[in-house]
């Protein structure tokens, strides 16, 4: 079978420190490679790596070899050349690499009319057959914005592939993705890897076993084990592969579903319009000491408005709360941890605040952050400079603090690695039922809900 | 190194124009309305170090007193704009509906006028007044706060960052301060350089059309106005208050650049 790239001792430093040491990887035509890691785990930089962009200021050492020609001997202008037409990177969250004010078929048309020096006519021709083998043909003319996450993700794999790139990266193409998405996109890379050569970077452990081939466990730039898809996945041999795969939702232990006892809050005949758009009517809803309710449903469903709505951040078009909570009894954790905290103070300045507004008892601190397994040291840092992990812990830990009775959880675990996520979904759920709080959990993944959830709500 | 080393430049030439007020107060102090007519256009000496202009009153005295005049002017308009307009940003971000519309409507009017004919108009009204002429740059400056901080809170207003706090049961005071000021001060300050300049410019030009300030006092705009019939006879006499106004604005301009690079990281 024909190598498309062969990546032999391949090393990345940033000043001193090894991103990713000494990776040998071969990629063939119809045998797919994954590498699968954790984020920050230098795998993104590998595809860069591959590609010839490596940000200025890393260090590269080792050698790739491209369709046989040595990544060293071509020039800037010979490697942008094999750019689209020899490989092609399909990006992480495509619906931010589209251009966000023009239509989808436009912008598929135009890598035949740049990269290929195709007659305009011939590549719309083109771009409409592309459109229609991935079912999008209706989509031509709407811009990204109308589509939903998993069509936008099927428009940028056009746009990638347009050019016919026998090589094609795939840089975390399930993030952010439901499950039926994401399986709609393992299928399209299923099929290209059939007769093209396939490297797919992530850490979602389902889309790895769907795309089979080789696997490569990566965590701190050190490869842990690799080997064939099937061994790995079913017997893993490394810790970390191990942690990874018991931190899949699938994996988690059924919750016992609770009893339902005393309501903490209840919203009568809930209506909301945006934008034109109904998004839910006459919606009734009653949450009760204890009880994790799952709120799934398609971006742009409704699902943070409706949760604004019974924390009292929104009123609704019409139905009301009926019995609302006062301040700082009912709490949100958010999707994107660092955006939830004031930039420019440390987290300990931040819960000085908190104790000193509520009166609170500063002692229990220290309990708590080891507790939420938080290093004391932390407390010097302002949130910029923590990890996303550490610092939706601390957003539990500010919500402890307060005891809420009503506790918003919107996709609080999205932007984690799965292992992380495991953990603060665990600790979110042994909260609420250790401290009789209401837990709303807002998320995509319908695993996930089905195994902690006493019941789901759908939008 | 560039950027670190422009704002320090601006900082020297503001404080070199300081010390020649400073020179003129504790060494000379002169009546800079003072006449003598037999010293007309003297060359610099070490009783006059710049000289005497058509009237033989001391150069070192009336620059020094105008360079009073339009720091003086730059930081009242800068203060008085930065917190109307600030404030009222904040409002109009934060409460919407209609106090905003209002604010935004007086907005858009003076922003159609011209600012400089706005000032003109206020000059007008009571011709030589220091208050007028305070009051018609700081009504031009406010527009640029007020758009700023408005924008910019309108976004951050319902970032999660803001409606945590909210949940948590913090006040407006605490956003304010935790929030919303810290990301603001950087634009802020730089904008109050500008300020300074424009306002300094704004004064000049006013005093330069004879609207602004009235003889005898030393203005910049007006000492160059007067000056200019005697260009042929005494060119280095015109061209202080000239340099002067340049090197006012170059450094009010310079110490910009290096606010937000400094502040902002």
């Known amino acids: ?137 209706e989509d031509g003319n709407k811009i990204p914005a109308w589509l939903s996450g998993g069509m936008a993700q099927r428009a940028a794999y056009a746009a990638a592939t347009y050019a016919g790139a026998p090589l094609l990266i795939a840089d975390e193409p399930s993030k952010g993705l439901d499950e039926a998405r994401r399986d709609q996109i393992g299928a399209l890379l299923v099929q290209h890897a059939q007769c093209h050569a396939l490297l797919t970077i992530t850490h979602d452990i389902e889309l790895a076993r769907q795309i089979g081939g080789e696997i490569i466990v990566m965590r701190q730039g050190q490869i842990l084990e690799r080997g064939d898809a099937e061994q790995i996945l079913n017997q893993p041999r490394s810790d970390y592969a191990k942690a990874l795969i018991a ?136 949130a910029r400079a923590i990890s996303g992990g550490e610092l939706q812990r601390f957003a539990l830990l500010r919500a402890l603090l307060m005891k809420p009775r009503f506790l918003v959880a919107d996709e609080p675990t999205s932007r984690l690695d799965p292992i992380t996520a495991a953990q603060i979904t665990q600790l979110l759920v042994k909260y609420a039922r250790e401290h009789d709080a209401a837990l709303l959990f807002i998320s995509h993944e319908r695993t996930a809900l089905e195994r902690i959830c006493d019941r789901i709500i759908s939008l | 190194m560039m950027p670190r080393l422009l704002p320090l430049l601006g900082l020297v030439l503001l404080a070199a124009l300081l010390s020649l007020v400073a020179i003129d107060l504790l060494y000379f102090g002169r009546d800079p309305a003072l006449q003598q007519l037999q010293q007309v256009f003297l060359h610099p000496s070490p009783d006059h170090p710049l000289g005497t202009d058509q009237f033989g009153r001391c150069n070192l005295a009336r620059l020094s007193a105008a360079i009073q005049n339009s720091l003086l002017m730059s930081l009242l308009c800068v203060a008085t704009a930065a917190l109307l307009g600030t404030g009222a940003g904040l409002a109009a971000a934060w409460y919407q509906g209609w106090v905003d519309r209002c604010l935004s409507f007086i907005i858009n009017v003076l922003m159609a006028l011209p600012g400089l004919v706005l000032v003109l108009l206020f000059a007008a009204l009571i011709p ?136 902002g990281r």
């Open chain 2, 128 to 263: 030589g007044s220091f208050v007028m002429l305070y009051l018609a740059i700081s009504a031009v400056l406010w527009v640029e706060y007020f758009r700023l901080v408005r924008s910019a809170t309108l976004s951050l207003r319902h970032a999660p960052e803001v409606e945590a706090s909210m949940l948590y049961g913090f006040g407006k005071g605490y956003i304010l301060r935790r929030h919303l000021l810290p990301k603001l001060l950087p634009d802020l300050l730089s904008l109050a350089c500008f300020g300074a300049a424009s306002a300094i410019l704004a004064l000049a030009s006013i005093g330069f059309v004879y609207v602004g300030l009235k003889p005898p006092e030393a203005e910049l705009g007006l000492m160059m106005v007067e000056l200019l019939p005697y260009y042929s006879d005494a060119p280095w006499v015109l061209a202080q208050p000239l340099l002067t106004v340049f090197v006012l604005i170059l450094s009010f301009n310079l110490i910009a650049s290096g606010v937000r690079h400094d502040i």
């Open chain 1, 1 to 137: 079978m024909t190598l498309a790239v062969e990546v032999t001792q391949l090393s990345i430093y940033a000043d001193e420190q090894c991103l990713v040491d000494r990776l040998s990887l071969q990629i063939r035509l119809g045998q797919p490679v994954t590498i699968l890691g954790e984020t920050g785990s230098g795998k993104s930089l590998l595809a860069h790596a591959i590609a010839g962009i490596l940000p200025s200021g890393l260090r590269q050492e080792g050698h790739v070899t491209l369709f046989g020609r040595s990544q060293d001997a071509l020039s800037q202008s010979e490697l942008e050349a094999m750019w689209g037409k020899a490989l092609a990177v399909l990006p992480q969250e495509p619906w931010l690499a589209l251009n966000p004010i023009r239509a989808i078929d436009g912008q598929i048309s135009e890598v035949g009319e740049c990269v290929l020096q195709e007659p305009s006519t011939h590549s719309q021709g083109n771009a409409q057959r592309q459109l229609d083998r991935l079912g999008l043909g």
């Open chain 1, 247 to 382: 931190a899949h939702p699938s994996q988690w232990p059924q919750a016992t579903k609770h009893r339902q006892t005393t309501p903490v809050l209840s919203a009568n005949a809930l209506s909301h319009r945006r934008g034109g758009r109904l998004l839910f009517n006459q919606l009734d809803i009653q949450l009760h000491q204890g009880e994790i309710v799952g709120l799934s449903g398609d971006s742009g469903s409704g699902k943070s408005t409706l949760a604004d709505i019974l924390l009292g951040l929104l009123s609704p078009d019409s139905g009301k709360i009926a019995n609302p909570l006062p301040r700082g009894q009912a709490l949100k954790l958010y999707q994107d941890p660092p955006a939830a905290f004031a930039q420019h103070v440390s987290m300990g300045a931040l819960l000085q605040d908190l104790i000193r507004l509520h009166k609170l008892d500063a002692n229990q601190i220290p309990a708590l952050m080891n507790q939420l397994n938080l290093a004391p040291a932390l407390l010097q840092r302002p």
